[in-house]
């Protein structure tokens, strides 16, 4: 079989494919034949070295997949050959053949674009937990969304929106329309800012929620623009979810002064929501929620399926690139923002 191989950490020079011999499944695994794997900018944190319990080199990227169970390991019942699943591997996914655990596996419908399903498993989970799982949103709520033209943003958008919820999303001025396209209010991020518009947009009284894939300084600040509760009449306040350490890459490498800057500011944002007692601060990372509760992954992915087939939800498939071009799919992450979901098709 084919994989792709991050031989040692930085741009996607390091990217190679390498012919080896089919793994076979342990005890609880299954094989599963790979129809498309997600390329998305957590691949990029891994490849750089960025990503937070990184493995280290030589691994196979690849965070998410869909394919076709083709064998079975010992002690696998729920399972059958042929069945399609989806599984979020974290890293591992970029192959033609892949092992999972039997556990981590979610059955997916035949007639489904699995290109479209893929952005499922991880974009649009993360998503759909951040704001059900962790912010536990109430419709009518306010949600600032950072990020909001990348493919989690976009998702949290969509998924908002679904939820009856009030929108605000940062993004560059010219993803201002899309942003809007979606409902929310867009926030020039690079023109305006946006502690003040949040505040202005709110009357002064802060959102509800913030979704932060970024941290450091822009974490710090979005604690501030939270709605401060009152905890003698039950009233937690605002909730800022942190998920990412986007400003720790630069040009497709990472980058150490980004780290310096992002490490402190996150730090005491915790801090300060640790103390605080009118606001909150609480992180998220899709695969830790998974490992103690593998039945709300099965149960959310099962509600995502369905607003899949009710349209309403519109996962956007950007291209779908050979297995063999795995690096031209990163060097399309690293030049801009992807414009919908980058898949590799072995």
Known sequence: MKRVVVEHYGGPEVLRVVDEEDPRPGPGE????????GVSFTDALLRAGAYLGGPKPPFTPGYELVGIVDELGPGCARLKEGDRVGALTVWGANAEL????EKYAVEVPDDLDPAEVVSLIFPYMTAYQMLHRTARVSSGETVLVHGAAGR??????ELGAVAGLRLF???AGEDKA???RLGAVAIDYKREDFLARVRELTGGEGVDVVLDGIGGQVALRSFRGLRLGDPVKGDPGGRLI??????????????WQ?????????VLTVLWGTLSPRRKVMGYRVQKLRIGHQGWFAEDFQA??????ERRIHPVVAERIPLSEARRAHELLDISASKGKLVLVP
């Open 30 to 37: 299954v094989r599963v034949r790979v129809l498309v794997a």
């Open 98 to 101: 892949v092992c999972v655990p």
């Open 152 to 157: 989690v943003g976009t998702a949290a958008l």
């Open 169 to 171: 999303g940062t993004c």
């Open 178 to 180: 899309a942003v809007e």
């Open 242 to 255: 942190t998920m990412g350490n986007y400003n720790t890459m630069s040009h497709g490498h990472k980058s």
């Open 258 to 266: 980004g780290w310096l800057e992002w490490w402190p500011a996150t």
């Open 304 to 309: 995502l399926l369905k607003l899949l087939r």
